[in-house]
């Protein structure tokens, strides 16, 4: 028989790994698209200064491809995820927690 203890232990251990890494991928999210919006500046004044010529129709398909590998990496360690039983649900519904609360506070 499986002891309460040790389910609620990593349950609780995997609601705290999921709520962390909720946490600190909406921070990197904020800073990506940070250094996403530097870029495509500098790519475009070195563009219109004539210093460089950027083909925007292949730096797009390229980003687009790459999110579609994104997906399919995240749905394979969602189902690992879901695989690991208690950990794995308790670090689901921390994720979930996190990620998904309400949005911006109003004053």
Known sequence: MVELDSVGMKGGAGLALGAT????????????????LIQVGILS????????TVNWSKLWDSITSLGGLVG??????????????TFGAGF?????????RGGKKSE
């Open 72 to 85: 399919d990496a995240a749905t394979s360690a969602f189902d690992a995820l879901m695989e690991m039983g």
């Open 21 to 36: 890494t909720a946490a600190l991928l909406k921070f990197l999210k904020e800073v990506l698209k940070i250094f996403a």
């Open 45 to 52: 004044f070195l563009e219109l200064s004539g210093v460089i």
């Open 92 to 100: 689901t519904a921390g994720f979930a927690l996190v990620w998904f």
